[in-house]
């Protein structure tokens, strides 16, 4: 406001000038705003940068000296806590135990969604709103709710502690939100197409197979990464079905590392570093469909 | 973890999709024999069976289950009435993660959306937005595990007169004051851990409403400032009603969200200092095998969350109405 008067005021007098003058005020005022939200980026990307910076070092520097004295000679940045790391017992299993984990937990719960939420979208039933309702509501139900009974289902099935109740366990967990989803993608697709298929003598198989899958590729991907790294960064899950079994994936070991280490956790961050490595990779490289995805599902809890 | 669990994951990479496909085909081919009134009665429940027989199986039967637990002992052979609850009201450990669980859900939800909202907002006036919002997104993708150990040394500790390694410590050292044991101290610990569960939500809150801001019309704003509204009071009357949707809902996700925290307490803290919250203490009962105790404490984070259900199902409703 007030720089807009001062031009009006001084505009005959000093035409040329005027608009640097307007410039800069305007800019001065904008000072605070640029201040402000650069304090934000600080506080959210200075943590990571600065774990990421005492992965390098020493564990006798980084029990000694804050990470920014690093960044003047000596330098000293080495490789040993990835090496004592990796070489830790049950570290490097739990690495691939992960992968294994993730992966077959992602296909089997989309294969299955993709087919449940067909059926809610192009489909009529006796029930199908009570039941579609009952899912809606099953996305916010906490996991905690389940832990008791399945854990002893998997132990009645000899299941516990094996990689497979895991990703039972997370089929069952992410099916909800994610037929919601495609329930949602799939039932906003022209009715003509299914339609004329059907003239065309096609049966739901074929229309299910040609026309509705096909078309909900880029939903099903950006689901796909979501739910990949969801499984990635479990936590809950992997440790009560799994707890001290071979089969534990990375983030219960780094956190049973944490608790049982006490002093001394410094290496911890190469394991943190190694660990959040996949999902910055994919946040990095795929951000739009990342965004995509989060944006989409809001109403997840 | 060797080589056949190698095998296992292949197979079921493989296999499951070729199952699906398998039923998907071959069922078909029997329910088209049938005649077109069983037919059109049978196809649905065949088609949804899969989903919701796993739904059911992990979430709808444990979830009743649960509840039944809840008022058995811990060796699931006798009802003891309400005995497990009058524990988990009585004792103090388990009021203690009641009383953090109730400050979680304030404050973490309060500033993860309030946050969201300022920054969303603030970002939308300059040009390197997008540069912004990768770094305040940067947490939301990272595990809490990894979180929390980032932030176990933001909030590092050693005695006073030693070097600080602790970002934070070290930072008001510059101003001449004594290091905090932040995670120890019971006055900051509960502080320390809700900011690291906002550090790693702030981001998605921020994405949302960003996503809704950029939806409400320049004209409108525009109309605003030409009645000569400031900043502030376009921030306040114009636009926060305008997202006030927007903001219900990320408020919903955020209030289950803090219901819910389990991994930033698990791993900061396990816990100890009086940092418990109700999903650390239940896992904790688990651990122990007190099976009663546990579902108990279940069922509780259950009824707290019940309304926020019945307001997801109500908005449901509405946008099926709309469709």
């Known amino acids: 406001m007030s720089a807009e008067q001062v031009t009006t005021r001084r505009e005959s007098a000093v035409a040329g000038s005027v608009s640097a003058l307007n410039n800069l005020g305007y800019r001065l005022q904008r000072l605070p ?269 | 973890m060797g080589i056949d669990q190698v095998i296992t994951s292949v197979i079921a990479v493989v296999g499951v999709p070729l199952a699906l496909l398998g039923y998907i085909i071959v069922g078909e081919q029997v329910i088209e024999r049938l005649s077109d009134s069983v037919q059109s009665w049978i196809r649905p429940y065949f088609w949804a069976l899969p989903a919701v027989g796993f739904a059911t199986i992990f979430m709808v039967y444990p979830l009743l289950r649960t509840v039944v637990i809840s008022f058995r002992n811990s060796e699931d052979t006798d009802w003891i009435g309400l005995a497990n609850y009058k524990y988990f009201f009585t004792f103090p450990d388990t009021l203690t993660s009641l009383r953090n669980s109730l400050l979680w859900l304030v404050f973490y939800t309060f500033f993860a959306v309030f946050l969201g909202l300022i920054i969303a907002i603030l970002l939308d006036r300059v040009r390197y937005e997008s540069l912004a919002k990768i770094a305040i997104f940067l947490p939301v993708p990272i595990s809490a595990v990894a979180a929390s150990i980032i932030w176990k040394f933001m909030f590092d500790y050693q005695p006073p007169g030693t070097p600080q390694t602790g970002t934070l410590n070290a930072l008001i050292g510059l101003f001449g004051r004594d290091p905090v044991a932040w995670l120890v101290n019971s006055t900051t610990n509960n502080a320390a851990l809700i900011f690291v569960g906002i550090w790693t939500a702030v981001g998605f809150c921020m994405v949302i409403i960003s996503a809704s801001l950029k939806a409400i019309s320049s004209e409108v704003l525009e109309a605003a400032r030409i009645d000569g509204a400031n900043e502030f009071q376009i921030v306040r009357l114009v636009v926060t009603p305008l997202l006030w949707p927007t903001i219900t809902v990320v408020g919903t996700t955020m209030l289950i969200n803090s219901l819910k925290t389990f991994d930033i307490v698990y791993v900061m803290t396990n816990g100890a200092y009086d940092t418990d919250v109700i999903a650390t203490q239940m896992f904790s009962q688990l651990q122990h095998a007190h099976y009663g105790r546990a579902a108990a404490v279940g069922v509780v984070l259950f009824i707290a969350i019940v309304p926020l259900l019945i307001v997801n199902i109500r908005r449901f409703q509405q946008q099926e109405e709309q469709r």
Request: charged share 5%.
């Open chain 1, 33 to 301: 705003l640029h201040l402000v939200i650069i304090i934000f980026c600080a506080i959210w990307i200075v943590p990571t940068i600065g774990m990421m910076i005492n992965s390098f070092r020493s564990v006798s520097d980084m029990g000694t000296s804050g990470w920014w004295t690093t960044l003047f000679p000596p330098h000293g940045f080495t490789l040993a806590s990835y090496n004592q790391v990796l070489s830790l017992e049950g570290v490097t299993p739990s690495i691939l135990s992960s992968v294994l984990i993730t992966i077959p937990s992602t296909v089997i719960q989309l294969t299955i969604a993709t087919m449940g939420a067909y059926a809610f979208a192009w489909m009529k039933f006796p029930g199908k709103d009570i039941f579609f309702i009952v899912i809606v509501g099953l996305m916010v139900v906490p996991i905690q709710m389940t832990l008791i009974p399945v854990l002893q289902f998997f132990q009645l099935i000899h299941l516990n502690g094996t990689i497979m109740a895991v990703w039972l366990a997370h089929s069952g967990y992410g099916l909800p939100f994610e037929v919601f989803l495609l329930r949602n993608y799939l039932g906003g697709l022209p009715r003509e197409i299914f339609e004329s298929a059907e003239v065309d003598g096609a049966g739901h198989a074929v229309r299910f197979l040609r026309i509705a899958v096909p078309m909900t590729i880029p939903a099903i991907a950006s689901l796909t990464i979501f739910v990949f790294l969801g499984v990635w960064n479990d936590l809950l899950v992997a440790l009560t079905y799994l707890g001290t079994s071979t089969a534990r994936p990375f983030t219960v070991v780094i956190s049973q590392l944490v608790t049982s280490l006490g002093g001394g956790w410094q290496f911890l961050t190469a394991a943190a570093v190694l660990q959040m490595a996949l999902p910055l990779a994919v946040f990095i490289f795929l951000q739009r469909y990342f965004v995509r995805g989060i944006t989409s599902g809001s109403v997840k809890g």
